[in-house]
C-alpha cells in the first residue's frame, strides 16, 4: 500500500518537473568557421560545449535555395549534434541524411531553412533548443517516417515544420511536437494531404504550443 502510493508519488513528481522549452537563447562560448560542412559519421556523437557554428560572412543568401553542401552539419544516419549553436552566417543550417538527434542545438538567425531532414523511415529527434528568424521554414521534412520535437522553442517564423510538397518521391510522414513553445509565427505545421502527408494514429500531439494548427497546403 505504501510502495504504491510512493511510486505513484514519484510519478506526479517526475510529470511536474518535466522539463519544457527554454526561451532563452544561450551565451556562445565561442566561434568556429568551417570552410565546409562539417560531416558526422554514422552515429557519432558530437558536442559543440554551446560554441557558435557557421560558415563565414556572406554565407546566408537568404531564400536562395541551397544544397546540402551550404550546411553547417551533415549528420550521417544515426548521428548525434548537441550543445551547438549555428549562427547568422549559414545557408542550410543542419542537414540529416536518415534519422538523427539533435539536442540542445540554437539557430540564432534561421537563413534558407535551419534543419533538412532525408530519413527515409525511422525517428528523429529534436529535443531542446531553439530558432529565430526564420522567414520560412525551420525544419523541412523531406524524406519520411517520425519527427519528434521536444521542449523546442521558436520565434519569428514562417513555419516550424513542412513537409516538403515538391519532392520528387513522396513519403507517409509523421510529427510530434511535445512541450514545444512557438511566439510569431504563420504556421506551426504545414502539411500537404494530395501526397498522403498525415495526421494519423494522433502522430501530432500540440502541447503548450500558442495557436497555430496543422496546415493542409499542396505546394512549394
Ligand atoms: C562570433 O560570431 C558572432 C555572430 O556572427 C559575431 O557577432 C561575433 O563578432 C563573433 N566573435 C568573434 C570574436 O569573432
Ligand atoms: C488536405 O487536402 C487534401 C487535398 O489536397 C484533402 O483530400 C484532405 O481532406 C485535406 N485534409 C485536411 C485535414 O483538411
Ligand atoms: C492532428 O492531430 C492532432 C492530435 O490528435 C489534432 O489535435 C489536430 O486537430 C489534427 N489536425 C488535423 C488537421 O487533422
Not at 7 to 15: P, S
Not at 81 to 90: A, H, S
Request: contains cysteine; neutral net charge.
Amino acid at each position: 500500500m505504501f510502495g504504491t502510493c510512493t511510486i505513484l508519488l514519484l510519478f506526479f513528481l517526475i510529470d511536474t518537473i518535466s522539463t519544457a522549452a527554454v526561451t532563452t537563447f544561450p551565451r556562445a562560448t565561442g566561434n568556429v568557421t568551417y570552410t565546409n560542412a562539417r560531416v558526422l559519421a554514422q552515429n557519432e556523437i558530437f558536442d559543440g560545449a554551446m560554441r557558435r557554428f557557421d560558415r563565414g560572412r556572406g554565407a546566408c543568401k537568404q531564400q536562395v535555395e541551397g544544397g546540402k553542401a551550404d550546411a553547417v552539419f551533415i549528420l550521417e544516419n544515426g548521428a548525434t549534434l548537441r550543445n551547438v549553436i549555428i549562427g547568422p552566417d549559414q545557408a542550410e543550417g543542419v542537414h540529416c541524411q536518415g534519422s538523427c538527434n539533435i539536442i540542445n542545438v540554437w539557430w540564432e538567425d534561421v537563413c534558407e531553412d535551419a534543419l533538412t531532414i532525408r530519413q527515409i523511415s525511422g525517428t528523429t529527434r529534436i529535443t531542446g533548443g531553439g530558432a529565430k528568424g526564420a522567414q520560412d521554414k525551420v525544419i523541412q521534412h523531406n524524406g519520411g517516417g517520425t519527427i519528434i520535437v521536444t521542449d523546442f522553442y521558436v520565434q519569428d517564423f514562417g513555419k516550424l515544420w513542412r513537409s516538403c510538397g515538391n519532392c520528387g518521391t513522396q513519403y507517409p510522414r509523421h510529427l510530434q511536437l511535445n512541450g514545444v513553445i512557438a511566439k510569431n509565427g504563420k504556421v506551426l505545421a504545414g502539411g500537404n494531404g494530395n501526397y498522403n502527408v498525415d495526421n494519423q494514429s494522433k502522430a501530432i500531439q500540440l502541447t503548450g504550443v500558442a495557436s497555430m494548427l496543422l496546415g493542409n497546403q499542396s505546394s512549394s
